[in-house]
């Protein structure tokens, strides 16, 4: 085992000095925006060749079980490593396997970064005069907005009542309001 530690980096141990590692097998790992709310386990199934003596003339496919953690406000593109986790080959490092967080397309939202944005159909008629829309929530409930007529520009409120994506420990986003009018409705 050697270490190496030359021109300021830090010191690590190389075990396989001399060895190739095989290309990262990448794939995605889709999960929903409710998912992404409360954190999920999601589980994997991969089959790897191993092998059962040193010169490679003998092989076993093995099944395994990948769990792989998913925590509440992750972002889309979280990569998550499996390290040395691929197929066994002689003279070869495994490869790793690496899942990126992907997002599902949602029914009512979509995501800008740690916050939610909401569309409301509104008539044109209730957009000139003011309206309340009723925005939904990823936790079932829904919040109250009111939508006004300020100086010929509509005004669109941030609705901020509900926690979307917990990032850290003390940011959190917000459910965004945009509209769309509307005009056949007079």
Same mark, same amino acid.
């Given at each position: 085992?050697?270490?190496? $530690?030359?021109?300021?980096?830090?010191?690590?141990?190389? !075990?396989?000095?001399?060895?190739? +590692?095989? #290309?990262?097998?990448?794939?995605?790992?889709?999960? #929903?925006? !409710?998912?992404?709310?409360? /954190?999920?386990?999601?589980?994997?199934? =991969?089959?790897?060749?191993?092998?059962?003596? @040193?010169?490679?003339?003998?092989?076993?496919?093995? !099944?395994?079980?990948?769990?792989?953690?998913?925590?509440?406000?992750?972002?889309? $593109?979280?990569? =998550?490593?499996?390290?040395? !986790? $691929?197929? +066994?080959?002689?003279?070869?490092?495994? @490869?790793?396997?690496?899942?990126?967080?992907?997002?599902?397309?949602?029914?009512?939202? *979509?995501?800008?970064?740690?916050?939610?944005?909401?569309? @409301? *159909?509104?008539?044109?008629?209730?957009?000139?005069?003011?309206?309340?829309?009723?925005?939904?929530?990823?936790?079932?409930?829904?919040?109250?907005?009111?939508?006004?007529?300020?100086?010929?520009?509509?005004? +669109?409120?941030?609705? &901020?009542?509900?926690?979307?994506?917990?990032? +850290?420990?003390?940011?959190? /986003?917000?459910?965004?309001? #945009?509209?769309?009018?509307?005009?056949? &409705?007079?």
């Amino acid at each position: 085992m050697d270490v190496d $530690g030359l021109d300021g980096d830090p010191p690590r141990f190389r !075990e396989n000095k001399g060895r190739n +590692q095989d #290309s990262a097998v990448i794939r995605d790992l889709y999960v #929903s925006l !409710e998912e992404v709310f409360t /954190g999920v386990t999601k589980k994997r199934k =991969i089959t790897r060749n191993v092998l059962l003596t @040193a010169d490679g003339r003998s092989t076993l496919r093995e !099944e395994k079980i990948l769990t792989i953690e998913v925590k509440p406000g992750w972002k889309e $593109g979280t990569k =998550i490593i499996f390290e040395k !986790e $691929g197929d +066994q080959s002689p003279g070869k490092i495994p @490869a790793d396997i690496i899942f990126i967080i992907r997002d599902k397309p949602h029914p009512l939202f *979509k995501r800008d970064g740690a916050n939610l944005v909401y569309t @409301a *159909k509104i008539p044109l008629r209730d957009a000139l005069r003011g309206t309340l829309v009723s925005v939904p929530t990823l936790t079932g409930q829904r919040s109250p907005s009111t939508l006004t007529r300020k100086r010929r520009n509509l005004k +669109q409120p941030d609705v &901020s009542k509900d926690t979307v994506f917990p990032i +850290q420990r003390i940011r959190r /986003g917000r459910v965004i309001l #945009s509209s769309t009018l509307i005009s056949n &409705s007079l």
